[in-house]
């Protein structure tokens, strides 16, 4: 027996397949025909059942969300018609105090419609069943003001009931992700987080290059269905930020805007917070000490700078010293302010003294006088007096007179001018008015603080 070559392995095979029956060859392209068809039909077969369950699925699930929109439009009709009856007849809870928060809210909408203008849209912006809970995003108009509101329900044997919110049922959670920034969120914040994730990021990059942070810090947001939650920084995660969901927090939130300016200046004041707590350790100084006022009033800044708004009595200081001396000294600023820094670490970086400061000194005064009614109220003499000339005889009895009238009304700061004093004293006399009777008080700078004289 001898080695075959390639070519004459190959040359049997054809030998082979030539001389094949060609009956055969019929009968075995007929099976594997047949099986073709068969396992098409199968297909066919399997794919227009999963059709219709799929279809039968998707009516049902139609049918299950028309029974809640009736239901919710019901409701809402009740409340526009003033229908009690109708209206409580749609609520359900085994506690007899969701039955009380409703009474409240059905008698509160009827005053609403009246003396706010309330309007009960009926429009319906998003709806989710799962099983046997519902929830609808309803709009609502308020003083012409777009608003939203969440409500919850539960399919009972009787149909859908409006029950207890149930925070559990927000969505899906996501998060959004830029360089320096997390935000973590459910579904129906989705617009917040997209505002947020977007306004924060320019915030961290512009307030570093503001206050010459060497890096930026990274943050995490976490939005959450929680209204008991206190917007701040998590106690235990330090760069966390915990932001309550104003559709969770609210009655109605506003749906004419992402964001509402108050919770846009929350948000904004405790990332202030992280930028400045990574320049420099920080102790509380006594409230009415210049650190105290100097460090509130650069947040408050910085913050005005991120939203676009400020109050044009409160910010002259700071305005007035930026526009004087150039913004880089807020991170100076920042950096070597100690809790018993006073106005002349300020002189000193500019290289002037407090006197010669070329600032609007009006949001000083007025803090100093609204400080001392505060200190007073809270009963704190020893510190009303420390910001006193206590030791002038001038100002004893005008002392004496404060301290014993702790509710007397604040001035208000109208004007105030600096000039050299008696004795190489520099003073600050400040124009105010008390009610409608116009005066005038006098500091004198001592120790590199204004105290007040007369």
């Known amino acids: 027996m001898g080695v075959k070559l390639d070519w004459q392995v190959e040359a049997e095979r054809v030998h082979n397949r030539v001389g094949e029956d060609p009956r055969s060859r019929r009968r075995r392209r007929l099976r594997r025909l047949r099986v073709t068809v068969l396992i098409l039909a199968a297909t066919l077969v399997m794919g227009t059942i999963g059709a219709l369950i799929l279809s039968r ?8 969300e028309r029974s809640l929109l009736e239901t919710v439009q019901a409701e809402i009709a009740a409340l526009r018609i003033g229908n009690y009856p109708d209206f409580i007849a749609l609520q359900r809870s085994s506690s007899d105090a969701w039955f009380q928060v409703q009474t409240e809210k059905f008698y509160r909408y009827q005053d609403l419609k009246s003396s706010a203008g309330l309007n009960l849209t009926g429009v319906v912006s998003s709806i989710a069943v799962d099983s046997q809970r519902g929830r609808v995003v309803l709009e609502e108009v308020l003083n012409g003001v777009l608003h939203q509101t969440v409500w919850f329900y539960w399919r009972y044997t009787d149909g859908w009931r409006h029950v207890p919110s149930d925070l559990t049922f927000w969505g899906e959670t996501s998060s959004l992700k830029t ?25 961290i990059v512009e307030g570093c290059a503001l206050l010459a942070c060497e890096t930026p810090p990274v943050l995490t947001f976490e939005i959450i269905p929680d209204p008991g939650l206190t917007l701040g920084a998590d106690p235990n995660r330090p760069d966390t930020i915990l932001i309550p969901s104003p559709l969770a927090s609210l009655e109605r939130a506003r749906a004419d805007q992402p964001i509402s300016a108050s919770l846009e200046d929350q948000i904004a004041l405790e990332v202030v917070h992280q930028l400045m707590g990574k320049l420099a350790a920080w102790a509380d100084p006594a409230p009415g000490a210049d650190a105290a006022w100097l460090r509130a009033s650069l ?23 930026k526009g004087t001396y150039g913004t880089a000294l807020m991170g100076r600023l920042a950096r070597e302010l100690k809790p018993d820094s006073t106005l002349n670490l300020l002189a000193s970086m500019v290289g002037t003294s407090v006197d010669l400061l070329a600032v609007d000194w009006r949001p000083f005064f007025q803090w100093r006088l609204d400080i001392e009614k505060t200190l007073l109220t809270r009963g704190d003499q020893y510190s009303v007096i420390a910001l006193w000339d206590a030791a002038n005889p001038a100002s004893q009895d005008l002392l004496r007179a404060r301290l014993n009238d702790p509710s007397a009304a604040s001035a208000q ?36 603080t204004w105290k007040r004289s007369g």
Do not use: C, K
Not at 182 to 203: C, I, Q
Not at 413 to 422: D, H, K, L, M, N
């Open 299 to 321: 947040v408050e800044s910085i913050v005005s700078s991120f939203t676009g708004r400020s109050d044009p009595a409160r910010s002259a200081f700071m305005e007035s010293l």
């Open 179 to 203: 360089p320096h920034l997390t935000v973590n969120y459910h579904t129906l914040d989705t617009a917040l987080a997209g505002t947020l994730s977007e306004r924060a990021e320019r915030w």
């Open 57 to 64: 699925l998707s009516y049902v699930e139609g049918v299950i």
């Open 413 to 448: 700061v109208i004007g105030v001018s600096i000039a050299p004093g008696g004795e190489g004293v520099a003073r600050a006399v400040v124009q105010v008015t008390v009610g409608d009777t116009p005066g005038t008080l006098i500091w004198r700078l001592v120790e590199g």
